[in-house]
Structures are given as C-alpha cells and as structure tokens.
C-alpha cells in the first residue's frame, strides 16, 4: 500500500500483511507527523491527502440567504462610495470610518448532530452558512479562500476521522493561512472560550454545546478580540479583518 504524507507529501511503502484490518495512523518518518488512514471499501488506504481530493464544495444553506445577499450588496456599495469619497477628498482621513456596513461573514460547519441546529443559529445572526459532509467538500469550500470561520466538532464524518483530517489541515497551515481563518472547536467536554486550552490545541476558539444558543453573542465577542489583536497587522499588510 502507498500513501502520502499531508504534511511533507513524502510517498510511503506499506507493507501489506503488516497493516491492521480497520483504520489506523502511522508517523511519517521524515517529518514525524501522525497520518490517520482510512481505508476504503476495497481496502486500500486512503490518508489525509487523498480523503481531501477534490471533490464537490460544501453546499450552501437556503436559510438567510436572501438577507446575506442584500448584506454582501451594501457592502459593496458602501465600498464604492467609500473609494469615490477618498478620490475626490483631499482629506483622507475624514473617509476612513470603518464602522459604514461591516463585511459579511462566510462560515463553514463541519459539524455532526448539532449541524442543522448550528446553521440555523447562525443564518438568522446574518452568516452565510456552509455545510460539510466529508472532509473534502470542507476542503474544496475553504480553497476558494471566502470562508474565513470553521466549525467542526468531534463527531463530524466520523467514518473518515473528519475531525482529526480538519485539525490536521490547520496544523500544516503556512502562518499567513492559519491567521485567515478562524477555527473553532464545539464539544461536550471542553469550556467554552478557555484560551489557554485552545492555543495549547491550535484553535482559536472552544465552544462546549450546551453554550450554543449563545453561539451568535461569543463570536462576536471572540472575533472582536481577534480583530483588536491583530488590527494594526492586517492594516499594514492591507488585509480586511475577519
């Protein structure tokens, strides 16, 4: 059996009467890094990289769509006046106001029994929300580069090890990708915003499922800090904040 390393995209040489019959990890030996294979019907193993291959986005959800659209529309709009104000003002600084309409939010949820409930929550809040089946659909929506938010919990597409292929993706994320998005964790067990817990987890954010009607009140306040802290950094380098 040969599989890759998501990580280094080393080529590995399984032995096969030395592999396990279910699903199983092995460590890369060049990076070390901990590959979780999963085998698929004909028993070949398929490792991260390859349950990532592209495949259909994640589809997005009806609810609130139409009040994303006129949101994302004045935006634009704004945008536009905002650009032809600062052209015709020599006076930039009386153009620099950022709280005209905020940017539109994109979130992808990669989520298992609290998906349909989550995505509700959050359309209503004025999200744009995407949800994933597979790994790969997550994959293929946050290519595009406009879903700048994940959620995934522990029991989502757990056939695939879902969870352990997202966290993986984010851990060999370049630094300038990884500060794009936004990743949180919603669980049984952990508590809700413990940064210490999520930095030691490469999160930005836990979230435990019995906070989730409040989902709406601790992003805000969560992405809020997020932008505080790295305000000046994306101002610099030109970038809108999340």
Do not use: W
Request: glycine fraction near 6%; charged fraction near 25%; charge should be neutral.
């Amino acid at each position: 059996m040969i599989i890759r390393c998501d990580n280094c995209s080393v080529s590995l040489q399984l032995d096969e009467s030395k592999i396990p019959a279910g699903n199983f990890s092995v460590r890369c030996p060049r990076c070390q890094n901990l590959l979780r294979v999963q085998k698929d019907a004909s028993g070949k193993g398929l490792s991260t990289v390859d349950q990532l291959a592209a495949n259909q986005p994640a589809a997005a959800t009806a609810e609130g769509s139409q009040d994303f659209k006129a949101k994302e529309t004045d935006y634009q709009i704004n945008n536009a006046l905002r650009s032809l104000m600062g052209a015709l003002q020599a006076d930039k600084n009386a153009v620099e106001d950022d709280s005209m309409t905020e940017k539109p939010r994109r979130i992808l949820l990669c989520l298992g029994q609290k998906a349909e409930e989550t995505a509700k929550l959050l359309a209503k809040s004025g999200y744009k929300v995407y949800v994933a089946q597979t790994p790969a659909q997550a994959n293929e929506r946050l290519r595009e580069g406009k879903t700048e938010i994940l959620i995934f919990s522990p029991d989502f597409a757990a056939d695939m090890g879902g969870a352990a292929v997202i966290q993986q993706k984010a851990n060999a994320m370049y630094s300038s990708e990884r500060r794009r998005l936004f990743l949180i964790s919603l669980e049984d067990n952990g508590t809700t915003m413990n940064a210490h817990d999520a930095f030691l987890r490469n999160l930005n954010l836990i979230v435990n499922t019995n906070d989730l009607p409040q989902l709406p009140l601790i992003l805000n306040r969560a992405l809020g800090d997020y932008n505080d802290l790295y305000n000046y950094f994306n101002r610099a380098a030109g970038l809108a904040a999340i």
